[in-house]
C-alpha cells in the first residue's frame, strides 16, 4: 500500500482542519492506521491511530478531546479531524500503516509502523 497525506496549511489558534490520508491497494482495510507528527527541531510523534475496521480508536494525551481520526474502507482514505487547534499543534503530519496488531498499533511507538506517507504541513498561527 501506498499513503498520500493531504490537507494541511496554515490556520489561526483556535480554528479547525481536516487531515486525509488517501492509500493505493487492495489491502488497506486490513491495516491498522495512525497518524504521527514531527515539529521543528522534535522527534516524531504519536497522534492517533485506528484499528483496521475503524471501531477501535487511540489518542495521545496532547490531542485527545481535540482531535478525531476515522476512516472509510471503501475510499482507502484515513482522516484526521483537528479542532481547536493550538500553536503546539504546528508541525508536519503523517499518516501510516501499522505492520502490526491493534494491541500494539494503538500505543503509537514509530517501530511498529512501517509504511509511511509524505507529511502534510500544519502550520498554527496566534
Known amino acids: 500500500v501506498q499513503l498520500q497525506a493531504s490537507g494541511g496549511g496554515l490556520v489561526q489558534a483556535g480554528d479547525s482542519l481536516r487531515l486525509s490520508c488517501a492509500a493505493s491497494g487492495r489491502t488497506f482495510s486490513s491495516y491498522e492506521m495512525g497518524w504521527f507528527r514531527q515539529a521543528p527541531g522534535k522527534e516524531r510523534e504519536f497522534v492517533a491511530a485506528?484499528?483496521?475496521?475503524?471501531?477501535?480508536?487511540n489518542y495521545a494525551d496532547s490531542v485527545k478531546g481535540r482531535f478525531t481520526i476515522s476512516r472509510d474502507n471503501a475510499k482507502n482514505t484515513v482522516y484526521l479531524q483537528m479542532n481547536s487547534l493550538k500553536l503546539e499543534d504546528t508541525a508536519v503530519y503523517y499518516c501510516a500503516a501499522s505492520i502490526t496488531i491493534w494491541a500494539r498499533a494503538s500505543e503509537g511507538h514509530l517501530q511498529d509502523y512501517g509504511i509511511w506517507g509524505q507529511g502534510t504541513l500544519v502550520t498554527v498561527s496566534s
Open positions: 485506528v484499528s483496521f475496521g475503524g471501531g477501535s480508536t
